[in-house]
């Protein structure tokens, strides 16, 4: 059976709103509770928006079993050093309940906003590969002292460390060459959208992830990952019926996939439908 997660956005307001619908998603049976990690995002720019951090860290008192994810974190505006920091606390405080999505992150919003200069697509790269080993190694040594080309932790003491061993999984996104390697070295997941938009039929939608799953089937070298798809804040079509749905997920699961992110219910109507939920839940046994 393939697992269903909730993506419930950080644009809720006030807070108390987001949070019962994280505990609406737990006690709706879905296997996790993913919120984006931006400061802002284009599509609702100009909505109230929370910070990703402090809000697992909430839910992480007010649930008991669902899993709690980052997506998806980047070197946009975080330094590994005090963002190792925040995920090893907030996987002690849910009980080793916590999932963190990783990205290069693209030339948006949060690239601009602390006024650094863009960067070409291979300096994105060098940046977040350089940035994702830092990550790596400050959640699984105690006392980390390195200097690299662009970030350095000296004496960074990361005790008691993460509930989960060796340190909380990576869902590393990605879907060109050098992301899809580091996926294969770091990651425990693989989250993709594949192609996004409102325009993208789901012809195009089920032969792009094929594609990408097929390229990272030759970068794992025969590993097997847990592999994660994204259904976009507007895309619609999955939703027309419980058979379409069914099929959707059928489909997926014949390519690998073993969750399927939907964007909980939202009052804009983006998202799940409110009125097809009982068949989402259901198609997944919930």
Known sequence: MTDLSALVLPDRHPTSTWLAEVVEAEQA??????????????????????????????????????????QVATPN???????AKELMTLDQLSGGRLEVGLGAGTESLDALVLGEPPLTPRERMDRFAEWLGLLDQLLVEPIVTTRGERYSAIDAHQLPGCVQTPRVPFTVAGTGPRSLKLVAKYGQAWVTYGPYGPAVGPDEWFAALEKQSKQLDAALEGRRIRRIVNVGLESYWPFESRDRYADTVGRLAALGFDEVSVH?????????????????????GL
């Open 264 to 284: 909980w219910p939202r009052p804009d109507t983006r998202g799940v439908p409110a009125k097809a939920l009982p068949d989402v839940l259901a198609v997944h």
């Open 77 to 83: 505006y975080r330094h590994p050093v005090p963002f």
């Open 29 to 70: 049976g879905v296997h996790a509770v993913w919120t984006y990690d931006h400061l802002t995002w284009p599509l609702l720019r100009d909505n109230p928006w929370y910070g990703c951090v402090p809000l697992l860290a909430a839910a992480a008192g007010a649930t008991q079993r669902v899993r709690l994810g980052v």
